[in-house]
């Protein structure tokens, strides 16, 4: 069964910083396009960004510019790097992965029904 264990929410002011980490155990994780999302309290849970297995990476608008998604196959991570940040992106994020190896990740990536995987989720806290 492959995990994923996100970290490095918490609280901070508007137009600072935080950096996610989200580790995927297994030995398949190079083969994974990982996405972020994250939802707020009596909201859907909304796309935020998505790394492909080949290193291609989305966003969804209102974070293009200030976040930035990566990868290391080599520790079996994915970061977000999220700079800038607003009270409107406070939410618990979550981390996820998709197991299929597949060019159509480009056009599926935004879609909560492409990943078969999921952590548990982190709290981002930003105060106006």
């Known amino acids: 069964q492959v995990q994923l264990v996100e970290s490095g929410g918490g609280l901070v002011q508007a137009g600072g910083s935080l950096r996610l980490s989200c580790v995927v155990s297994g030995r398949a994780f190079r083969n994974y396009g990982i996405g972020w999302f994250r939802q707020a309290p009596e909201k859907e849970r909304e796309f935020v960004a998505a790394i492909s297995w080949s290193g291609g990476t989305y966003y969804t608008n209102s974070v293009e510019g200030r976040f930035t998604i990566s990868r290391d196959n080599a520790k079996n991570t994915v970061w977000l790097q999220m700079n800038a940040l607003r009270p409107e992106d406070t939410a618990v994020y979550y981390c996820?992965?998709?197991?299929?190896?597949?060019?159509?990740?480009?056009?599926?990536?935004?879609?909560?029904?492409?990943?078969?995987?999921w952590g548990k989720g982190t709290q981002v806290t930003v105060s106006s």
């Open positions: 996820a992965a998709d197991r299929e190896v597949s060019i159509s990740f480009t056009r599926t990536s935004k879609d909560r029904r492409t990943y078969d995987y």
